[in-house]
């Protein structure tokens, strides 16, 4: 059996959550640290990716602004 076959432990199929990064991203000083942290790792492909979740994060909130919705 996989871990991917595995079935999660009662207790953890109750109790985790989902980790949504452009969720987080949404707060000013995780996106500094993400671009940080991608620009310390050197990959331009880090970087990118960081500047992405960045801007999905900013999509969303100005979309929660103009909707009035999370």
């Known amino acids: 059996m996989t871990g991917s076959d595995r079935p999660l432990h009662?207790?953890?199929a109750d109790h985790l959550i989902?980790?949504?990064a452009i969720e987080a991203a949404r707060?000013?000083?995780?996106?500094t640290a993400l671009l940080e942290m991608a620009r310390e790792d050197?990959?331009?492909v880090g970087i990118m990716?960081?500047?992405n979740v960045?801007?999905?994060a900013k999509r969303r909130c100005s979309t929660t602004e103009?909707?009035?919705?999370s």
């Open 27 to 31: 707060d000013p000083e995780v996106q």
């Open 49 to 51: 990716h960081a500047l």
């Open 18 to 20: 989902t980790f949504d």
């Open 42 to 44: 050197g990959s331009e």
């Open 66 to 69: 103009k909707t009035g919705r």
């Open 54 to 56: 960045i801007t999905e």
């Open 10 to 12: 009662s207790y953890a």
